[in-house]
Nanobody, 124 residues
Framework: QVQLVESGGGLVQAGGSLRLSCAASGSIFSINAMGWYRQTPGNERELVARITAGSTTNYADPVKGRFTISRDNAKNTVYLQMNSLKPENTAVYYC??????????????????WGRGTQVTVSS
């Protein structure tokens, strides 16, 4: 099994910054893409930013230029630096990771795991 643990959420005033972290642990052979998603009440989970194993990134249009996703492969950790925050960025933020795991027979299988989420609240 693999666990993803997010941290860094909280309450911040509009214009402020937060840095989210998500650390993966468990029986990991390798981690491929990692990403951050957000969800607000009554809405579906939506992509915020994603980063491949080779550090290619893509962002949702509303956060381009304000948010930066990065990863530390040695620590199996992905980060989301959020600057110039706006009230509309308020949401629960979830990280995910596409993980390759090895079976006892040596086969490699891919799975997607999710963290439990961290609340980000931006006050006006």
């Amino acid at each position: 099994q693999v666990q993803l643990v997010e941290s860094g959420g909280g309450l911040v005033q509009a214009g402020g910054s937060l840095r989210l972290s998500c650390a993966a642990s468990g029986s990991i052979f390798s981690i491929n893409a990692m990403g951050w998603y957000r969800q607000t009440p009554g809405n579906e989970r939506e992509l915020v930013a994603r980063i491949t194993a080779g550090s290619t990134t893509n962002y949702a249009d509303p956060v381009k230029g304000r948010f930066t996703i990065s990863r530390d492969n040695a620590k199996n950790t992905v980060y989301l630096q959020m600057n110039s925050l706006k009230p509309e960025n308020t949401a629960v933020y979830y990280c995910n990771a596409d993980v390759t795991m090895s079976t006892p027979s040596g086969m490699l299988n891919d799975y997607r795991y999710w963290g439990r989420g961290t609340q980000v609240t931006v006050s006006s």
